[in-house]
């Protein structure tokens, strides 16, 4: 197996690894085993929507900063932050500057947050139906 699919597979498995970890905290913190059928079903539809939407939140996040939509923000973080620390010094660069220093640090391969969001909010729909389709 090459390097690269091992680094994407780790991704993958760590990615995976903190959703369930998310969702078993959830679990554990209802008294899980005294509920009926249907409202385990609601809890799992639960424990698997908060890191669903956590995993599509970040990669969202991640993939528009990796396309340029933060360095605005970046960059006026940047400036005011130096100005709040005594005895820092802030070398004033023009916006373009530091745009072009910005690009070459630029990383993708953001993909497997979304990919594995997206797989907990399937696991979420596949108990909501089974709760809103259970007995009462």
Do not use: N
């Not at 669903?52 to 993939?63: D, P």
């Not at 620390?85 to 530091?98: A, H, M, N, Q, T």
């Amino acid at each position: 197996m090459s390097q690269e699919k091992k680094v994407r597979l780790y991704s993958y498995a760590i990615a995976s690894g903190v959703s369930l970890l998310l969702a078993a905290v959830y679990i554990l913190l209802r008294d899980f085993g005294a509920l009926d059928w249907k409202e385990r079903f609601r809890v799992l539809s639960d424990a698997f929507t908060v890191p669903g939407l956590l995993l599509l939140c970040v990669g969202a996040m991640c993939w528009i900063s990796s396309k340029g939509g933060l360095d605005g923000m970046a960059y006026i973080l940047k400036y005011v932050g130096s100005l709040l620390i005594p005895g820092k010094r802030f070398e004033v660069k023009k916006y373009s500057d530091y745009l072009e220093e910005r690009e070459g640090k630029r990383r993708s391969g953001y993909g497997f947050l979304l990919i594995t969001g997206l797989a907990c909010l399937a696991i979420t729909a596949v108990f909501l139906l089974l709760y809103y389709q259970a007995s009462p």
